[in-house]
């Protein structure tokens, strides 16, 4: 149980174009979904938070109106990156909680993660 | 504020040696900690984890014990296989409304044969 899927797994684009990157919750109702970002040999970076039919929350640092996220249901969130650019190429993780945030000790289930490169 | 620090990579191992890999955390309360691992070119699976003061984790031949009166989740396994090989990630989540997950920078394993 608790799988998390993405889609697609690797996206090349040409710069200026807009991507979007699709995590579901195969199994659970994810009430509460995570994007993360993670440059080669490094560690994940939280994108932003979000809670099924509210916005999202971003971290300092992060363009929401770059990365649009949007989390429709229960089981679906997706990020769009928009217009891109090559400095935008990385691996694109989501994770999604079956509790509501603020519980404080629930378990996190990762997707396989999305590369993109921006040519 | 919150932190995870981990012990410096790459980590190179014969199979069957001993590992340990250290992790020590700063937060306020009581948090949770965890062990994701990453095979290359694939996301993060969850190893192990554990929730309260001297709870162990354990999973695959790996565990870990919540050691609060030392801030640390050290990572160990009696011998390692040549599968073994990935990233290893400490983390701590449960500080927030949130639930943010703080990753500590990740501590990279090759094991030869």
């Known amino acids: 149980g608790a799988v998390v899927s993405q889609h697609p797994s690797w996206v090349i684009c040409k710069s200026g174009t807009s991507v979007k990157i699709e995590c579901r919750s195969l199994d659970f109702q994810a009430t509460t979904m995570f994007w993360y970002r993670q440059f080669p040999k490094q560690s994940l970076m939280l994108m932003a938070t979000s809670n099924e039919g509210s916005k999202a929350t971003y971290e300092q640092g992060v363009e929401k109106d770059k990365f649009l996220i949007n989390h429709a249901s229960l089981t679906l969130s997706t990020l769009t990156v928009t217009s891109a650019h090559p400095e935008d190429s990385s691996f694109y993780i989501c994770s999604a909680s079956p509790g509501l945030a603020g519980r404080g000790q629930e378990t996190q289930y990762f997707g396989p993660g999305t590369r993109l490169l921006v040519l | 504020g919150n932190s995870v620090t981990q012990m410096e990579g790459p980590v190179t191992l014969s199979e069957e040696a001993f590992l340990t890999i250290n992790c020590t955390y700063t937060a306020t309360g009581y948090p949770s900690l965890f062990w994701y691992v990453q095979y290359p070119g694939e996301g993060l699976q969850l190893l192990l984890k554990a929730t309260k003061a001297d709870d162990k984790g354990s999973n695959k031949g790996f565990e870990a014990t919540y050691r609060k009166e030392t801030t640390s989740f050290h990572l160990e396994k009696g011998s390692v296989q040549v599968s073994d090989s990935a990233v290893y990630f400490c983390?701590?989540?449960?500080?927030?409304?949130?639930?943010?997950?703080?990753f500590g920078p990740g501590t990279s394993l090759s094991v030869i044969p």
């Open positions: 983390a701590l989540s449960g500080l927030t409304s949130y639930d943010k997950v703080i």
